[in-house]
Nanobody, 123 residues
Framework: QVQLVESGGGMVQAGDSLRLSCAAS????????MAWFRQAPGKEREAVSC????????TYAKSVKGRFITSRDNAKSAVYLQMNSLKSEDTAVYYC????????????????WGQGTQVTVSS
């Protein structure tokens, strides 16, 4: 059993920044790529980003590319999502997820999920 714990969400104005954190066991962080997903009310779950086990390779959704940056620190058992230039469209519950098979846009393929943290952006 693997548990992921997210933090860092909040309410901000458009143009502001937030940094989300996801904490897990060192074993989990070293063995699995880690992704961020988000889901807004009435919308489908959306893949936001994914980062490889070594932190070298990253991918982003078109909607956040150039504004969001994901990183990881396996020694600290942590994964981060730096969210800059936030827009009202970014309002959603954000989840971190871990996968053994590899990064994917399909959430059903992920093995473990955090509880989610709310991000609200006012325009």
């Amino acid at each position: 059993q693997v548990q992921l714990v997210e933090s860092g969400g909040g309410m901000v104005q458009a143009g502001d920044s937030l940094r989300l954190s996801c904490a897990a066991s060192e074993r989990t962080l070293s063995e699995m790529p880690m992704a961020w997903f988000r889901q807004a009310p009435g919308k489908e779950r959306e893949a936001v980003s994914c980062i490889s086990t070594d932190g070298i390779s990253t991918t982003y959704a078109k909607s956040v590319k150039g504004r969001f940056i994901t990183s990881r620190d396996n020694a600290k058992s942590a994964v981060y999502l730096q969210m800059n230039s936030l827009k009202s469209e970014d309002t959603a519950v954000y989840y971190c997820a871990a996968v053994i098979a590899g990064c994917s846009d399909y959430g059903d393929l992920y093995d473990y999920w955090g509880q989610g943290t709310q991000v609200t952006v006012s325009s």
